[in-house]
């Protein structure tokens, strides 16, 4: 038993030594990354609270690496030579992600995660890059390598004094902290002097807190959070629209209602579950293999109203002080348009405000204390302000989003016409767990939402007003009841079909219905608005990532679909489920069948899409 308490005294007896070497290589590698991500900022102008904001961000990426080696640092302890070249070798090699990513950034501005990784590994030059950017990347990667083992001896031979160490540590946790605290106040206050820098930040996802914003933001007054002005804010990372716009004259511009049921699957518009909206459908346009620009609401709601890619949300939300509202809303108030928004959906603190409706009223509050009786109100708001529009013979523009299909599904009893119903206990449910029940009750919501739409569009027909009106019928995601057996409910964990394709239904006056099977997108509904309707005289490509509903072909094109934290690139059956941590492929109809490799040229395209619109 002495043997072995001596020798652990022995292990032991080394560490802090070690270690003081260790924190000095780490700390050394601080001033690399934040030279190598300043690069990235290159185009951003000077600011004194973006500068000192920008340097306090570095710690977002000291502060893990230094948690990951000092793990390593631990558990490799005892074997000296093996610990020190694994800690140095991680270090080298996130110093260097750092800066191949600031290469592939300037050129593309694409930050690499692990899906254009694969793609930059395998078609380097799909992304501009000559052959010889192979022999330069091997070259500075041996570089940055061949650094390490210089640090580390710099670090043996002159070690950092402890108190220099724990100040340095203790300065990185502290700057993190600092960083989340002025970004959480500034996206709440809209200050782009931060919030338009997150883009250029590889992996980049800063804290949020709206609460705590409201709450202790004027405690960071010292730092005039919020108050400088749109213009002097300025635009530094995102180009929208790519040219300024120009409209010819509209005359008798139509109205538009805009009616996005809560995750409304695209298998449900049937005479049995919603025979009011199937009535409609048969004199609009229906669009069989229509997708959403997202399989959760914020990146619904923005393809919608944007016509964007999904990847472009974060950008949008980064510089909304200047941009102030889609080119859509823009148009529709140039052309005197009221705008009615009825929404039991929190728009403040999800931003869709600020960057959808700013200066807009958002009509949140519903009465009654249920989600059902939420929606029943906001039907007769809806018809009241239509009521009220044609009264004063004004164009308008009316948009109601119900909540009731939304889990855990509500309706009226009345409305309890798909049996059995009301058992929901998804926590414990199973690959071979049965969807009737929790079907049925995703129906009867679905059921009580179809009559309030009916009620609203039979208002429009009372007034004289169905002729001179565009008609959405949309949603913002799918919703998904263990489709694949794979314990998949609801929206937001993947992107098969159930939680991404949904119905779109459009009446357009004068126009005869139709049924169009060709794959279309939530960013193509502002094309057809702005440029069919409107006026709007530029090409598509400056102002949206998609194309005009009515010149859609059997082209195979990608979509891309965004989440919480990921997004996906749906390539025909082939999905690219790209996150943090990794990238998923699997088939759109069945998530337990894995995916094809991606067409290169389809890759490229979608590459294209994604960076149009950031400063060249």
Not at 5 to 21: A, D, G, H, S, V
Not at 58 to 64: E, G, K, S
Not at 85 to 112: C, E, K, N, P, Q
Not at 358 to 380: K, L, P, T, Y
């Amino acid at each position: 038993m002495k043997i072995l308490w001596n020798r652990f005294l022995e292990i032991l007896r080394p560490l802090p030594r070690r270690y003081r070497t260790f924190a000095t290589v780490w700390a050394l590698n601080v001033p690399l990354m934040a030279l190598v991500l300043a690069k990235n900022l290159g185009q951003v102008p000077p600011d004194l609270l973006s500068t000192f904001y920008a340097q306090t961000v570095v710690a977002y990426y000291a502060l893990p690496i230094l948690l990951v080696c000092s793990v390593l640092f631990v558990v490799l302890a005892p074997l000296r030579r093996t610990m020190f070249m694994v800690t140095g070798v991680t270090l080298g090699v996130f110093v260097y992600w750092l800066f191949l990513d600031s290469l592939v950034y300037a050129v593309t501005r694409i930050h690499i995660d692990f899906f254009w990784l694969e793609f930059l590994l395998r078609d380097f030059t799909g992304f501009g890059f000559p052959a010889t950017t192979v022999v330069a990347a091997v070259a500075v990667l041996l570089a940055a390598l061949f650094l390490q083992v210089g640090i580390y001896r710099l670090a043996r031979k002159h070690p950092l004094r402890w108190p220099w160490l724990i100040g340095i540590q203790l300065l990185i946790v502290l700057s993190f902290g600092l960083s989340q605290v002025l970004h959480i106040v500034a996206y709440q206050r809209n200050d782009a002097r931060i919030t338009s820098l997150t883009p250029h930040y590889p992996l980049y996802i800063p804290f949020t807190s709206h609460g705590n914003a409201e709450r202790y933001g004027d405690l960071f007054a010292v730092f005039g959070i919020g108050e400088a002005e749109a213009e002097e804010q300025g635009s530094q990372s995102l180009h929208y629209p790519r040219h300024a716009l120009e409209f010819s004259e509209v005359e008798n511009p139509p109205n538009l209602l805009v009616i996005l049921l809560e995750s409304w699957r695209y298998d449900v518009v049937t005479p049995e579950v919603m025979p009011q909206v199937s009535s409609l459908a048969e004199r609009s346009w229906v669009f069989d293999n229509h997708l959403s620009s997202g399989n959760q609401t914020t990146c619904g709601l923005f393809g919608v109203f944007y016509g964007l890619h999904a990847t472009y949300w974060s950008a949008v939300k980064a510089n909304n002080a200047l941009i102030d509202n889609p080119v859509l809303i823009d148009r529709l108030q140039d052309l005197g348009y009221d705008i009615g928004v009825y929404a039991d959906s929190n728009f403040d603190r999800h931003k869709v405000k600020d960057t959808v409706f700013a200066g807009i009223e958002v009509h949140e509050d519903f009465a009654g204390s249920s989600v059902e009786e939420h929606d029943r109100d906001m039907a007769n708001q809806v018809k009241d302000f239509i009521s009220a529009q044609t009264a004063a013979q004004k164009p308008f523009m009316a948009f109601a989003f119900f909540k009731a299909s939304h889990y855990s599904y509500y309706y009226p009893e009345e409305h309890r016409v798909f049996r059995p119903a009301k058992d929901l206990r998804l926590g414990f449910t199973g690959g071979d767990t049965e969807p009737e029940k929790y079907w049925n009750d995703y129906c009867n919501s679905v059921h009580y939402d179809d009559a309030l739409v009916g009620e609203i569009v039979e208002h429009l027909e009372q007034l004289g007003q169905m002729d001179n009106t565009i008609v959405v019928l949309s949603t913002d995601h799918g919703e998904e009841f263990n489709d694949n057996h794979a314990n998949f409910w609801g929206h937001g964990s993947n992107f098969t079909r159930y939680q991404v394709q949904v119905p779109l239904i459009l009446h357009l006056p004068g126009r005869e219905p139709r049924r169009i099977e060709q794959a279309s997108s939530h960013v193509d509904l502002v094309p057809t608005l702005m440029a069919g309707y409107l006026g709007c005289k530029n090409d598509v490509s400056d102002y949206s990532s998609g194309r005009e509903l009515d010149q859609l072909d059997d082209e195979l094109r990608p979509f891309v679909v965004g989440s919480y934290f990921n997004h996906a690139f749906v390539l025909g059956q082939d999905v690219y489920d790209v996150g943090p941590t990794g990238t998923r492929v699997y088939n759109f109809d069945d998530i337990g069948q894995e995916g094809s490799s991606p067409d290169p040229r389809l890759i490229q395209r979608v590459m294209r899409e994604i960076n149009s619109f950031y400063e060249e």
